[in-house]
């Protein structure tokens, strides 16, 4: 027992080592924040398949390998990153190996919101201190630890009162270097009566193996509104672990698509939780999977306060040798009275190597709720695809166009209209390779 | 409203009387000697001696296993004697000659142990604390070749049985409480069916835990030939105490090809006072092999006694085209812990299970379903269909569901569904509107409920089901 626990506490040192060359931040806090960070990193292990929360997931081919922050940042052009622009987005903030890239970031003049990142904000930043993390627990979170350790450029989006902000906002991660470790962090305080819609989007210019760790925290005040979109399409050999913490202030509305098609081993923690009366949680997710990928989906919908509404529906498609995992709990507190959730994880397996592991949990503690909650598991219908076949399509064209639907579900639900195509696309691309 | 509800689930346990009988009680604690005294009591062979001590030296490796969704303060398992039994006045010929006092016991709990009077067309093998005190029927069975006894019996009379199949199901170290009762259980019955018989009567087996330092630790055994059925009844009561007894058993059913085995339970162990003060500690492994084609085994479950209940009543579907089921009711009040569900295990193709439970909390109980469906990827063709519903009654009480649906093959088909709701006020209005009082509303809405599992039982049984559930949740409507 006390073998690999020295090797993983190894590991983690590893990982730590460019911590100290972080510049100091001029924020005090900040600097205690990293250091309160850097001491939980020392006090956790890297968790294994014994953990519960982490039992269909063996990270072990991650600790095999060593990641560094990169120490020269690579230098693009606009010209290598334009095909992942998104043409509403009219303001970008894009990060390169974790790494702030202003040149190729644009803030629309009249966009109406504060966006910025975290080592250049020299505005708000009252506004920021009660917020940056403190919603995305680390003190058990050994990735959560390390992203706040390494805390240093972040994404920071402040939308005032009131302010409906209609143009959506892209950060995009791009990796671009092997062996590199990022620590993406974004931060999304929406102010009392806004709205706006946020897409977060990792992507690669390479295909070894590194290291992204996210963490995104955001916070609703009162009838705030969020839409918020998550496309992880990493390099195939990249390992993917990112957190994402929402907290839900009274009447506020937050619905969150999160796309995983890349890497080698993802894992997404979404966690939301609801601090007042009347809230609206719409969670949707699509993993879309081949080869020899692992895609594993934490989410824990904290109805701790009456009146809450949620309804998430998770999607897997899952081919070749791929693993999808779900885990899915709804926690209704002690007097979260009058909650309706509702929640379904349907499983798509192409493939006879392909294999699935859901978990759809409920935690109920009011008894004048409805909850519901639905899971499925299984391969394409027979008779679905003999009725198209008698319409005249052939069987992989009958097959391709049912594997299509099933994912554009959740696609369709992308309030960006440039985006869904996009997404769309990739996913009849891969699914019609699958077959 | 909530208040007339609460006070609806309030009664109190009938079975919680103490029979005064002398009783030969080992001293407490557990050790190799301990097992060995067991044994030797028993007259057991020296196989079975080496099973117990294997199973003991396994135990004591293990970790007591806290991963369930219950609370309790640990258990000193040097506290508890592991041996006690009635004292037998003399070698016993027939029923004529059984303890009075335990015959009194019997019939107050309703389960007669004479033949003439015991419930028409069901054996009944009675279990009191650690020994087999009566089997009713034996002869009759005999007569088609069922083998229905105690288990210290078979032991002695058919060990070719018995070791054949002992263990071979649950392993003596499958878990914690399996190895415990491996290495220590008493007694238990054992269930033969031959070849192409169908079990003409019901056999039931009857456990009463009566002794306040003991826990009762016992191991059945069912044995389904080829083209067999057998339907078996458990029940189980115990008296009051404000201390809490372990009840660790381990159920071991086999069906071979084209077999049937219907289990079914009524578990109606003290559960401890408004309080939470007393009661049984219910760790049950439960487990059937379906190891022949065709093969079926079906678990029905009405659960309502115990203060902490663990059990997973499991099927592991190895023939081909074989069937699991699971049908359970799980009712809990006051500070009463469940934690139960199934695990269906596909190997086979074509293999198909079916899940329904049905979870009531009430007062400040916890109330989980834990249930795990896995398809191997040799499991072509396989189906499952899995439905859980829960029920809250008050505002303290907490329902969970926790399944986990592992799938390594892409011909099977899986589906889950769950949902949790309340007796509404606008159910009770509806029924108000048709002239019907809350409190026979609330048994209706119950029962209606319950319905799909209580289909399941055979008729004596749901019926006492039934008055179980209503006796649970009568009184004070106004």
């Known amino acids: ?186 931060l999304l305080l929406a102010e009392s009566g806004c709205a706006v819609t946020v897409i977060e989007d990792y992507v690669a ?103 809450g509404v949620s309804r998430q529906q998770h999607k897997c498609i899952a081919g070749g040798n791929a693993h999808a995992v779900f885990n899915g709990k709804i926690m209704v507190r002690p007097g979260a009275q009058r909650t309706d959730s509702s929640q379904s994880s349907h499983n798509l397996l192409l493939s006879g190597r392909a294999h699935v592991d859901t978990k759809p949990q409920l935690e109920i503690f009011a008894d004048d709720v409805k909850c519901t909650h639905g899971a499925t598991v299984g391969q394409l219908d027979s008779e679905e695809v003999f009725y198209l076949r008698s319409r005249g399509l052939s069987e992989i064209v009958a097959r391709n166009m049912l594997t299509y639907a099933f994912g554009a579900e959740i696609i369709e639900r992308i309030p960006v209209a440039s985006l869904k195509r996009q997404l769309g696309q990739t996913v009849l691309e891969q699914t019609s390779s699958q077959t | 409203m909530s208040a007339t509800l609460q006070n609806l689930v309030n009664q109190p346990y009938k079975h919680g009387f103490v029979t005064d009988i002398e009783t030969d009680v080992a001293p407490k604690g557990l050790s190799e000697q301990t097992i060995r005294m067991i044994s030797a009591k028993k007259n057991e062979p020296e196989w079975l001696l080496e099973f117990r001590l294997n199973a003991y030296r396994s135990w004591l490796k293990m970790e007591e296993p806290t991963w369930a969704n219950v609370k309790y303060t640990e258990i000193d398992f040097q506290a508890i004697s592991y041996y006690a039994a009635p004292k037998p006045k003399a070698k016993l010929k027939s029923m004529d000659e059984v ?53 210290s019996e078979a032991v002695q009379h058919h060990p070719e049985l018995v070791q054949k199949y002992l263990g071979s199901v649950v392993p003596v170290g499958d878990n914690f409480y399996a190895a415990l009762n491996s290495a220590v259980f008493t007694d238990g019955s054992f269930c033969y069916i031959p070849k192409g018989v169908k079990c003409p009567m019901d056999l039931s087996t009857y456990f009463r835990i009566n002794t306040q330092e003991s826990g009762q630790f016992e191991r059945t055994l069912i044995i389904a030939e080829e083209g067999a059925s057998v339907s078996y009844l458990e029940g189980c009561t115990a008296p009051k105490f404000d201390t809490n007894q372990l009840h660790a058993a381990v159920v071991e059913l086999i069906a071979l090809d084209n077999a049937d085995i219907k289990y079914s339970t009524v578990q109606n162990w003290y559960a401890g006072d408004e309080n939470g003060v007393g009661g049984i500690y219910n760790f049950v492994t439960k487990r059937g092999l379906a190891k022949g084609v065709n093969s079926r085994i079906s678990w029905t479950q009405v659960e309502t006694g115990s203060a902490i209940t663990w059990k997973y009543p499991s099927c592991v579907l190895l023939g081909e085209n074989s069937v699991g089921e699971f049908y359970s009711v799980a009712l809990t009040n006051h500070h009463q812990q469940a934690d139960t569900g199934t695990k269906m295990i596909h190997i086979g193709k074509n293999t198909r299970s079916t899940i329904v439970s049905k979870g009531i909390s009430a007062g400040h109980s916890n109330n989980s379903y834990r249930g795990l469906v896995k398809v191997t990827p040799t499991a072509a063709g396989a189906r499952n269909y899995s439905q859980c519903d829960s029920m809250l009654i008050g505002d303290q009480s907490g329902a969970h569901t926790f399944p986990y649906i592992q799938v390594r093959n892409n011909t099977a088909k899986v589906e889950h569904e769950a949902s949790t709701s309340k007796i509404g006020e606008d159910q009770l209005f509806y029924f108000a509107q048709r002239g019907i009082g809350a409190e026979a509303a609330v048994s209706m809405i119950i029962n209606g409920f319950c319905k799909d599992v209580f289909q399941q039982l055979p008729l004596e049984f749901a019926v006492e089901a039934t008055n179980l559930l209503s006796f649970k949740l009568e009184g004070s409507v106004g």
């Open chain 1, 205 to 307: 210019l390479q295909e070894e193996a590194y290291f992204t760790n996210a963490v995104t925290e955001i916070a609703l005040a009162d009838n705030a509104r969020v839409n918020h979109i998550r496309v992880q399409r990493e390099g195939a050999q990249a390992f993917h672990i990112a957190n994402c913490a929402v907290s839900l202030a009274r009447a506020s509305h937050f619905h969150s698509v999160s796309v995983a098609l890349g890497a080698r081993i993802s894992r997404y923690n979404l966690n939301t939780l609801q601090t007042a009366e009347g809230t609206e949680c719409i969670v949707d997710g699509l993993a879309l999977i081949a080869n020899n990928q692992l895609a594993d989906t934490h989410t824990c919908i904290d109805h701790a306060q009456p009146h």
């Open chain 2, 99 to 151: 303890d009075p006092e335990l015959l009194r016991t019997f019939e107050k709990l309703g389960v007669p142990l004479h033949e003439r009077a015991a419930l028409a067309g069901v054996a009944v093998d009675v279990i009191f604390d650690s020994v087999s005190v009566a089997t009713t029927y034996k002869e009759k069975l005999a007569e088609v070749g069922i083998i229905f006894c105690a288990m």
């Open chain 1, 1 to 186: 027992m006390s073998a690999p626990a020295t090797t993983t506490a190894g590991y983690l040192e590893s990982l730590l080592a460019g911590q100290p060359q972080l510049p100091a931040s001029p924020l005090a806090w900040l600097n205690t924040l990293r250091a309160e960070a850097v001491d939980r990193v020392g006090a956790l292990t890297v968790p294994t398949v014994r953990d519960e929360e982490w039992r269909f997931t063996d990270i072990s081919p991650l600790t095999k390998l060593s990641f560094q922050p990169v120490s020269a940042p690579t230098s693009l052009q606009a010209a290598d990153i334009e095909r992942f622009y998104i043409e509403e987005a009219t303001t970008r903030l894009v990060f390169v190996d974790g790494v702030y890239a202003p040149q190729l970031s644009s803030v629309a003049a009249d966009a109406g919101v504060v966006v910025t990142n975290l080592a250049a904000a020299a505005t708000d930043l009252a506004a920021i201190a009660p917020h940056l993390g403190q919603h995305a627990a680390f003190h058990d979170d050994v990735f959560a630890a390390l992203n706040t350790a390494f805390l240093h450029d972040a994404a920071v989006l402040v939308v005032p009162r009131n302010v409906a902000v209609s143009a959506p906002v892209h950060l995009l991660f791009i990796a671009t270097q092997k062996e590199a470790a990022s620590y993406p962090r974004c």
